[in-house]
């Protein structure tokens, strides 16, 4: 394997009086001290701490700080992963050529968007437990959870989330993630629901392909299109919830995940192209206030995504009576404080037919007041859940809640309830 070299260099560039910089020294230092490595079977920690970490920009030091990892987190991740290491390596050069697309694009931006920022780019690589944050002005990014692709060796890892992270990754390139991730150092914090979101995110891809001078590639921007009016007709009966894993980071429970962002983007290109001042319409979609319904509305509205003016409370009121709840316990009343104790099943009736994965976890009483042995599943008409007991002590509280995580009707709907819980005390002997 060739070594990352002279390629991998502290590369900045100027605008006007503020030197805003691209610091890339981490990867060349990773690879360097990943070689040293594979040549001992003692000292690495020395070796790793020589190389790597006393030369660290300031860009890592942050990240391992707000992402909180450190050196035995490397060494952990270089020793259970080497596969996806080695796989993953030539991905992580990122040449002259990618800075200087960067550069420009960064340039235009500053052209569109007239801003003071100060805040660098540390492209790092980490120990997969982030694909990169901000740090006030600064853009901090793990290119280990962001470059990989159809030839990145993933079966090591034993998190599902970890093996399908690259699942959708074929277009997507690092100088757009670069931009999207950069824009969000200017935007406000916060977001109230799956539309705030959804232009929150959409929006960067957006002005990422403006200032790229380039088409925004990936999966859901491609799926989104092919599929328009069903994404917007579903998007509009949840716009207003907060159930984000409906629409965002969703790739492990579904087929065709993020598709937020889809619709985000479709909304900010819709609001730009329709507003005479394009100037002024770039201010708008960077600076909109995620946390005001009003505003989040008003653009929404202005954008013409929907042909239709939209009636907030209408959809409010709609979604929720849409969504699947507990109607009853077919065994007991819940609470209920003499339950036998050789129940063997607990059923449970929702108000609508049911997708199979219902989410059921612990209670904050833990393991030892769980009653649950198994989920036997769904009836035919997919609205009784029946769940196992394990053996029961007498005179004993038990609890367990159905979340909202996974739990959702036939229709798509997320379950009414983060947690409901439900609980029963046995019978005295």
Same mark, same amino acid.
Request: aromatic share 12%; glycine share 4%.
């Given at each position: 394997m060739?070594k990352?070299?002279s390629a991998?260099?502290?590369?900045t560039?100027?605008n006007?009086?503020?030197a805003?910089?691209?610091f890339?020294?981490?990867?060349?230092?990773?690879?360097t001290?990943y070689?040293?490595?594979?040549?001992?079977?003692?000292?690495?920690n020395?070796?790793l701490e020589?190389?790597?970490?006393s030369?660290?920009t300031?860009?890592?030091n942050?990240?391992?700080q707000?992402?909180?990892?450190?050196?035995?987190?490397y060494?952990?991740?270089l020793?259970?992963?080497p596969?996806?290491?080695?796989?993953i390596?030539?991905?992580?050069l990122?040449d002259a050529?990618?800075?200087r697309?960067?550069?420009?694009?960064l340039?235009k931006?500053?052209?569109l968007?007239?801003?003071?920022?100060?805040g660098?780019?540390?492209?790092?690589?980490?120990?997969?437990?982030?694909?990169?944050t901000?740090?006030?002005?600064?853009?901090?990014?793990?290119?280990?959870?962001?470059v990989g692709?159809?030839?990145t060796?993933v079966?090591?890892?034993?998190n599902?989330?970890l093996?399908?992270?690259?699942?959708?990754?074929?277009?997507t390139?690092?100088?757009q993630?670069?931009i999207?991730?950069?824009?969000?150092?200017?935007?406000?914090?916060?977001?109230?629901n799956?539309?705030?979101?959804?232009?929150?995110e959409?929006?960067c891809?957006?002005v990422?392909?403006l200032?790229?001078?380039?088409?925004?590639?990936?999966?859901?921007i491609d799926?989104?299109?092919?599929?328009y009016?069903?994404?917007k007709?579903?998007?509009k009966?949840k716009?207003?919830?907060?159930?984000?894993?409906d629409?965002?980071?969703?790739?492990?429970?579904?087929?065709?995940p993020?598709?937020?962002?889809?619709?985000?983007?479709?909304?900010?290109k819709?609001?730009y192209?329709?507003?005479k001042d394009k100037?002024?319409a770039?201010?708008?979609i960077?600076?909109?206030?995620?946390?005001s319904?009003r505003?989040i509305?008003?653009?929404l509205?202005?954008?013409?995504?929907f042909?239709?003016?939209?009636?907030v409370? @209408?959809i409010k009121?709609?979604?929720?009576?849409? @969504?699947p709840?507990?109607v009853?316990?077919?065994?007991f009343?819940?609470?209920?404080q003499?339950v036998?104790?050789?129940i063997?099943?607990? @059923?449970?009736?929702?108000?609508?037919?049911?997708?199979d994965?219902?989410?059921?976890n612990?209670?904050?009483?833990g393991?030892?007041?769980?009653?649950?042995?198994?989920?036997?599943?769904?009836?035919e008409?997919?609205?009784i859940?029946?769940l196992?007991?394990?053996?029961?002590?007498?005179d004993?509280?038990?609890?367990f809640?159905?979340?909202?995580r996974e739990t959702?009707?036939?229709?798509e709907f997320s379950?009414?309830e983060q947690?409901?819980k439900?609980?029963?005390?046995?019978?005295?002997?």
């Amino acid at each position: 394997m060739r070594k990352i070299v002279s390629a991998l260099i502290i590369l900045t560039f100027l605008n006007q009086a503020n030197a805003q910089k691209i610091f890339t020294s981490d990867i060349n230092n990773f690879w360097t001290a990943y070689d040293s490595i594979q040549k001992v079977e003692n000292n690495k920690n020395e070796i790793l701490e020589n190389l790597f970490l006393s030369k660290k920009t300031e860009g890592l030091n942050a990240f391992m700080q707000i992402k909180k990892f450190d050196s035995n987190d490397y060494l952990k991740a270089l020793e259970k992963y080497p596969k996806f290491w080695n796989s993953i390596r030539p991905n992580t050069l990122i040449d002259a050529k990618k800075i200087r697309t960067i550069n420009k694009a960064l340039t235009k931006l500053k052209k569109l968007y007239p801003n003071n920022s100060k805040g660098n780019i540390y492209y790092t690589i980490g120990t997969l437990k982030s694909g990169g944050t901000t740090n006030n002005e600064d853009l901090l990014l793990g290119i280990e959870k962001i470059v990989g692709n159809e030839n990145t060796i993933v079966s090591e890892f034993e998190n599902e989330n970890l093996q399908k992270m690259f699942q959708f990754s074929k277009t997507t390139t690092i100088e757009q993630v670069t931009i999207h991730e950069f824009v969000h150092t200017f935007q406000k914090d916060g977001e109230i629901n799956v539309l705030s979101k959804a232009i929150k995110e959409g929006s960067c891809d957006f002005v990422a392909e403006l200032t790229l001078n380039k088409k925004f590639n990936s999966h859901y921007i491609d799926f989104g299109f092919k599929n328009y009016e069903q994404v917007k007709s579903q998007f509009k009966s949840k716009m207003f919830s907060q159930n984000f894993r409906d629409w965002f980071y969703n790739s492990d429970v579904s087929k065709n995940p993020d598709l937020g962002y889809f619709v985000g983007y479709v909304i900010s290109k819709k609001y730009y192209e329709n507003s005479k001042d394009k100037k002024k319409a770039i201010k708008d979609i960077i600076e909109l206030d995620f946390n005001s319904e009003r505003d989040i509305v008003q653009f929404l509205e202005r954008s013409k995504y929907f042909d239709e003016k939209i009636n907030v409370e @209408q959809i409010k009121a709609s979604y929720k009576e849409n @969504q699947p709840k507990v109607v009853k316990i077919l065994d007991f009343e819940n609470g209920f404080q003499n339950v036998k104790s050789d129940i063997k099943h607990i @059923q449970i009736v929702f108000s609508k037919p049911m997708n199979d994965n219902i989410s059921i976890n612990f209670s904050k009483n833990g393991k030892e007041h769980f009653p649950l042995k198994s989920i036997i599943g769904l009836d035919e008409t997919k609205t009784i859940l029946t769940l196992e007991t394990g053996e029961l002590k007498t005179d004993t509280e038990y609890d367990f809640y159905i979340t909202d995580r996974e739990t959702k009707s036939k229709d798509e709907f997320s379950f009414s309830e983060q947690e409901y819980k439900i609980s029963f005390k046995t019978e005295k002997k």
